[in-house]
């Protein structure tokens, strides 16, 4: 597979996020923890179904157990702290805060053995920062809570690290997000157990969220960012994931839910300068 094309099917993961509020407002009154449980159920089945069809049965079980346990750790880490985060701060700066992880993989990259980190990857990912935090702040606010925003960063840091990690894991096969998927479904329905309320969707629409939910942005859109973050140019990649909350806002738009604003027109300039200073950082690389 080409680095082109893995960077596209990275970038799929990012179009898929940018449903995330959509769906996740349509599936209430379902709590966090037991929409996490369901949601990465599905997809660890959709995982099981590509597996058994693509014959990567063995190659599944082959994989460590330690490879196993840190990805759990990333997926079931990062919603963890996120969800944790914004009860104790739900505020627009814990939501900036914790989009700081597209950054951190841009500046982590620099880590890995053939990357190379060039000045404008780290501008462009700033830019893009700046975009994203147009929109984040513009956001209601809410209470600003220590705790809660040091949580956040820990969130952000968990997503960098087993994204960049990824790609330091390059051996280890796309299918081993299934185990992920599953076992951070089984862990995130011990958390509802223990700290929430069961609450179901209530209509076929809200049925019909959770579904699309564990389609996507909580399904397939894994197994997508972890070929980009395998195979693909993990910089662009980066910066182009400031995308998500301005796709996010554009979709409540679309649906009703949310107004438009003068403020989204220069966050998509701010972003798209963003990915474009990335990507000529790229192109340059590519040259040399």
Request: proline residues 5%.
């Amino acid at each position: 597979m080409s680095r082109g094309k893995a960077t596209l099917i990275g970038f799929s993961a990012v179009l898929l996020w940018a449903l995330l509020a959509l769906f996740t407002i349509g599936s209430a009154p379902v709590p966090p923890f037991l929409l996490n449980a369901i949601c990465f159920a599905i997809g660890g089945m959709i995982g099981l179904g590509w597996t058994l069809m693509s014959g990567q049965w063995a190659a599944l079980r082959a994989v460590p157990l330690r490879i196993h346990a840190f990805g759990t750790l990333g997926l079931f880490g990062y919603h963890a702290l996120y969800f944790t985060a914004f009860r104790l701060a739900p505020s627009a700066e814990t939501g900036l805060i914790a989009y700081l992880w597209p950054l951190l993989i841009v500046l982590l990259s620099g880590l890995l053995p053939g990357e190379q980190l060039r000045f404008a990857h780290v501008a462009g990912a700033l830019v893009a920062f700046a975009g994203a935090a147009l929109i984040v702040l513009g956001r209601d606010g809410g209470e600003v809570n220590g705790l809660g925003l040091g949580l956040a960063f820990l969130c952000a840091v968990t997503w960098a690290v087993y994204s960049v990690a990824s790609r330091h894991f390059g051996q280890v096969p796309t299918v081993a997000v299934t185990v992920y998927c599953l076992a951070t479904a089984a862990l995130s329905l011990l958390a509802h157990l223990a700290v929430e309320a069961t609450l179901w969707p209530e209509s076929a629409s809200a049925w019909a969220s959770v579904l699309a939910l564990g389609l996507g942005p909580v399904g397939l859109a894994f197994f997508t960012w972890d070929i980009g973050m395998k195979k693909g140019d993990i910089q662009i990649l980066g910066v182009a994931s400031y995308a998500a909350p301005l796709l996010s806002t554009l979709a409540l738009v679309i649906a009703g839910i949310a107004a438009p604003s003068p403020i989204l027109l220069a966050a998509a300039i701010l972003i798209a300068g963003g990915a474009a200073l990335a990507a000529l950082a790229s192109a340059k690389r590519a040259q040399a």
